[in-house]
């Protein structure tokens, strides 16, 4: 139809081309012809788009005054028929439309609508470009054609395959479907999408066990193979992004051999597609499509055929013929009838005058009415509200495209407007492939995507959905079941990140999420329990008195205490006899004393340890001991002394008599005392926790604070002990009947050997066991000198007072 200014629209009416293989290349080849069965959906969408032209022709608000016509040209579903229509376009109308007036533009193509599929809107924008002639698509979905420096005059009214594979991607990982398959066209849309589609699910932690593509062309042994895939596969999941020829050849071929049952996520191409319904198995099939319109008086516009008015255009004839299976104005073939205008367009029943599916339908009127749009605001201007539009003004197709950009309307009830890429907002219905109360399959509109809401917000479903075979349960389609907490996720060689093995976390380790992909360690006063999934406190480990060896040791420890007192009691009560008498009892009865506070001293090391109790248990010991060695050496000393006083003109005892004894000890002692009052100063020994030693458990104990300071009075109590010893020594072979000096040299030896021990066991014992140590040596150097000085003199005030006289420990041999 001419008019004052010419839209393109450019439509896939048929899906095969006659090709010609061979060329002699010595004559132009024949034209390029369209074949095959009339597509009635592309059908559909030229009669929409005549319908919303001559809306806007009769409307008094957009562009009054000018008359707009059309040319719309079959494509074949061919990039190479795209091409030649583009450039007939570009070059102006053919000149039977013409209408002679060389005052306007009459003729000029102001913009175009189409392609319905990407790779022929691909092509034509190449030409479209450099004239700047603005080109709306309502089909054509990849995401290739949002780049602007490619292809600049390209717009669509149908959101991009980026939002659609986004939104695919979030409805899979919704599901929890992290193991699928995948299925796309080997077209620019097919290839495009899925390749967004699949970086979005990777982001999403979605693997794909496969991913084959499909063409309507494609020979049946290409087929053949995907569908095999299909039916091998361990994904319960297919992702199909195709074209709906292309998706009915896959499904043809698994009707021959029906694969186990498939849950299969569409995108729009071919999810709306009603002939596909007729595959029993994908019963289930759910996607996003192009939200539905309602244009009022487009059902009516599209019924509006006759016989009367088909003699015009040869595709009104072919529809009419195609649709009713009968021939105009010809003899009929095989099988048909003439025409005979009883055929009624209100009673036909094909996908043309299905109007629950008029998604496309809208897209293709809201394009023709944004080209519109542009064209108002190139040619139209409005004072006082009144509309004044130049049909005559001189306007380049550039203009119509600057403005199409920046066009914002809403046209019944729908926002039309574009992004900096030439994309509308994206807005789909969730659609679920449902069995109806007759047993076929219907579309169910169960959800909504609206890609202007935050993220995590975009879509909802509002009904039940049904998944593969029919039931209301939601398939798994992993490549491995879960892994529980306590353990981790652990990739198998050469496998996508979904395959992996569930490894248990070590000790220490715990998960306590499903699918954790690591083992968080626990912190150190924690461990993990048995099943790896919390962290408990470790318990808490000290020499105590609630276990048998601290049990062990405390009754040691008062035992030692009450024999030393016993032996004191003893002692007491034979004070005036001449055993106790023979060598300075005042230095006996104080030598007692500190045993006895020295088997008193390891019972500070039983117990929590405390800051009074570390400060406490290695200082009293340190003091304790080194009271007791003094004494020992003090009456080292008196038998020395005492055996030189013996000698003629000798006076020694004069130089150390009781007060020079005492004096000793008590110097003896100070220094100790001195080095512990510094090291108690300086850095004290404080409790600690110690984690190195054991995984499980925490050791409470003291720590020395200071290394040097623990080791001097050890250092100082051995040098005592060792100065003793050789006292001892010298003085064991003295001719009296009951000579001391072998006493203490037993005890000494004793003595020295225990505590040489301890320093290795002290060293190398872990735990509480370091303490039962200094303890065990505490106690056998205590045992050792009580029973060997005091035991053979108890003995003998016990048991043999007869040899309790002066002269019997005098006598000589």
């Not at 050849?249 to 996520?265: A, D, K, M, T």
């Not at 993990?528 to 999934?533: I, L, V, W």
């Not at 066991?769 to 106690?779: H, Y």
């Amino acid at each position: 139809m001419d008019g004052d200014y010419i839209i393109g629209g450019v439509f896939s009416l048929h899906y095969h081309m006659h090709i010609v293989n061979q060329h002699d290349y010595t004559s132009m080849p024949d034209p390029l012809t369209c074949t095959g069965r009339l597509e009635s959906m592309e059908f559909r969408l030229t009669r929409a788009m005549i319908f919303a032209i001559k809306e806007i022709n009769n409307s008094t608000e957009l562009l009054p005054g000018i008359k707009l016509g059309y040319e719309i040209h079959d494509s074949c579903t061919s990039a190479l028929v795209a091409v030649h229509v583009a450039f007939q376009l570009s070059n102006g109308l053919d000149p039977e439309f013409n209408t002679g007036d060389n005052c306007s533009q009459s003729g000029m193509v102001m913009g175009i609508v189409g392609e319905s599929g990407s790779s022929p809107s691909i092509s034509m924008s190449r030409v479209f470009g450099p004239f700047n002639i603005p080109q709306v698509s309502h089909f054509a979905t990849c995401a290739c054609l949002s780049n602007k420096q490619q292809y600049p005059n390209f717009l669509r009214t149908v959101p991009s395959d980026n939002f659609q594979a986004d939104a695919l991607a979030k409805l899979v990982k919704h599901f929890g479907w992290t193991w699928i398959g995948a299925v796309r066209a080997d077209t620019d849309y097919g290839n495009n999408g899925m390749a967004a589609f699949l970086t979005t699910a990777q982001k999403e932690g979605i693997c794909v066990e496969y991913s084959e593509s499909v063409l309507q062309t494609f020979s049946r042994s290409k087929i053949q193979r995907v569908a095999d895939i299909i039916r091998r596969s361990t994904a319960k999941v297919v992702v199909v992004f195709a074209a709906s020829g292309d998706v009915r050849v896959l499904f043809e071929e698994l009707l021959h051999e029906p694969s186990p049952p498939r849950q299969w996520v569409g995108s729009e191409a071919w999810l709306t597609n009603v002939d596909l319904l007729r595959f029993s198995f994908s019963v289930g099939a759910i996607g996003f499509v192009i939200e539905q319109a309602d244009s009022p008086g487009l059902k009516e516009f599209l019924l509006d055929l006759s016989p009367s008015n088909l003699a015009s255009s040869a595709i009104l004839t072919e529809f009419w013929e195609d649709s009713f299976n009968c021939r105009l104005g010809k003899s009929p073939g095989p099988g048909e009838i003439m025409c005979d205008g009883t055929q009624d367009m209100q009673k036909l029943q094909n996908p043309y005058t299905d109007f629950s599916n008029l998604r496309i339908t809208n897209m293709v009127y809201k394009a023709v009415y944004a080209i519109a749009h542009a064209l108002h605001k190139t040619l139209c201007q409005s004072t006082k509200s009144v509309t004044h539009c130049d049909k005559y003004k001189r306007i380049e197709a550039k203009q119509v495209l600057t403005e199409l950009k920046k066009v914002n309307f809403t046209q019944n009830g729908y926002d039309v407007s574009f992004d900096e890429n030439g994309d509308p907002v994206p807005r789909y219905e969730l659609i679920n492939w449902q069995r109806g109360d007759s047993g076929n399959l219907e579309m169910l509109i169960v959800g909504h995507y609206d890609g202007s809401l935050p993220v995590g917000q975009e879509f909802y479903i509002n009904k039940n959905l049904t998944f593969m075979d029919g039931l209301n349960n939601l398939p798994k389609s992993v490549c491995n079941e879960n892994c529980p907490p306590g353990t981790r996720k652990a990739l198998q060689k050469g496998q996508p990140i979904c395959c992996y093995d569930c490894v248990p976390c070590a000790e220490g380790e715990i998960s306590n999420t499903t699918d954790s992909p690591d083992c968080l360690p626990c912190l150190k006063e924690y461990w993990s329990n048995t099943k790896r999934d919390t962290c408990l406190p470790k318990p808490v480990e000290f020499l105590s008195y609630d276990e048998v060896l601290g049990i062990i040791l405390a009754a040691f420890s008062v035992g030692g205490a009450s024999l030393t007192i016993m032996t004191a009691v003893v002692f007491f009560r034979h004070r005036a006899s001449p055993i106790v008498r023979a060598n300075n009892s005042e230095l006996s009865f104080l030598l007692l004393f500190s045993l006895t506070l020295c088997f008193l001293s390891s019972l500070t090391f039983i117990g929590a340890p405390s800051d009074w109790s570390c400060m406490l248990r290695h200082t009293a010991f340190g003091i304790t001991f080194v009271l007791c060695i003094a004494c020992v050496l003090g009456k080292t000393v008196v038998v020395l002394m005492a055996f030189k006083a013996t000698l003629p003109g000798s006076n020694v005892m004069k130089w150390f008599g009781p007060p020079q004894q005492r004096m000793t000890v008590v110097s003896f002692t100070f220094i100790q005392v001195l080095i512990c009052t510094l090291w108690l100063v300086i850095s004290p020994p404080t409790p600690t926790k110690n984690l190195n030693v054991y995984k499980k458990k925490i050791i409470m104990e003291c720590a020395l604070g200071s290394a040097t300071g623990f080791w001097a009075v050890l250092g100082y109590i051995g040098l005592l002990a060792l100065f003793s010893l050789v006292l001892a020594v010298r003085a064991r072979k003295l001719p009296d009947s009951f000579n001391e000096a072998k006493l203490i040299t037993f005890s000494m030896l004793i003595f020295c050997a225990v505590w040489i021990t301890f320093i290795p066991a002290y060293i190398s014992s872990p735990g509480k066991f370091t303490v039962a140590v200094e303890i065990f040596a505490i106690l056998a150097s205590s045992f050792g000198l009580i029973f060997c000085i005091f035991a053979p003199k108890c003995f003998i005030i016990l048991f043999k007072p007869e040899k309790n006289t002066k002269k019997k420990l005098t006598n000589k041999k």
